[in-house]
Antibody, heavy 121, light 114 residues
Framework: QVQLVQSGSELKEPGASVKVSCKAS????????MNWVRQAPGQGLEWMGW????????TYAQGFTGRFVFSVDTSVSTAYLQINSLKAEDTAVYYC??????????????WGQGTLVTVSS | DIVMTQSPDSLAVSLGERATINCKSS????????????LAWYQQKPGQPPKLLIY???TRESGVPDRFSGSGSGTDFTLTISSLQTEDVAVYYC??????????FGPGTKVEIK
């Protein structure tokens, strides 16, 4: 079955960088784009952008340009989110979300389990 | 960009009563070539990732209780919980995937027990 397994929680100091991984299994990795979604504490779901997994071409939503970097390693079916120059307001749960796909009978909208990134000195 | 709005922000419903959540998009989510509305509903409980309830505006995800139903077309959509149970206390989000692979969410509606 389709699975997205994300890396574990991170605690970082302001100004540092963090790299979150999202390992995919159960489907052809390069056939579906991968999105990233942020959820700050007590807040809603915010779409950050997506990456074309066969070319590695990223698209960033407004507010997520500059410090945020999407990448993929197709050899290990893994997508990455790197956040540079971390700020306290980057504290959030980050989710990878695969583009949806449908069979003859049903559709899937796979999500990772989420990675909590805490930025604090 | 497609903007999603939801109403109300929160609602309190008695056990066994109906809960109705509305979602509106800034442009039509109906794709004329296949007559599908690219609208999904999610349920999120604290500490958990969102759980898919409904897609294509009205198709229930496998395993989702039939007290959950989705309706609407174009720009106006509704999620209905026909008989609220304690386990339904959560935040509910609508999501458009018309602009797939990109998508946007509504701000969420918190459902509580009265």
């Amino acid at each position: 079955q389709v699975q997205l397994v994300q890396s574990g929680s991170e605690l970082k100091e302001p100004g540092a960088s963090v790299k979150v991984s999202c390992k995919a299994s159960g489907y052809a990795f390069k056939s579906y784009a991968m999105n990233w979604v942020r959820q700050a504490p007590g807040q809603g779901l915010e779409w950050m952008g997506w990456i074309t997994t066969n070319t590695g071409d990223p698209t960033y939503a407004q507010g997520f340009t500059g410090r945020f970097v999407f990448s993929v390693d197709t050899s290990v079916s893994t997508a990455y989110l790197q956040i540079n120059s971390l700020k306290a307001e980057d504290t959030a749960v980050y989710y990878c979300v695969r583009d949806y796909g449908c069979s003859a009978t049903a559709c899937q909208f796979p999500w990772g389990q989420g990675t909590l990134v805490t930025v604090s000195s | 960009d497609i903007v999603m709005t939801q109403s109300p922000d929160s609602l309190a419903v008695s056990l066994g009563e109906r809960a109705t959540i509305n979602c509106k998009s800034s442009q039509s989510l109906l794709y004329s070539s296949n007559n599908n509305n690219y609208l999904a509903w999610y349920q999120q409980k604290p500490g958990q990732p969102p759980k898919l309830l409904i897609y294509w505006a009205s198709t229930r995800e496998s395993g989702v209780p039939d007290r959950f139903s989705g309706s609407g077309s174009g720009t106006d959509f509704t999620l209905t919980i026909s008989s609220l149970q304690t386990e339904d206390v959560a935040v509910y989000y609508c999501q458009q995937y018309y602009s797939t692979p990109s998508f946007t969410f509504g701000p969420g509606t918190k459902v509580e027990i009265k």
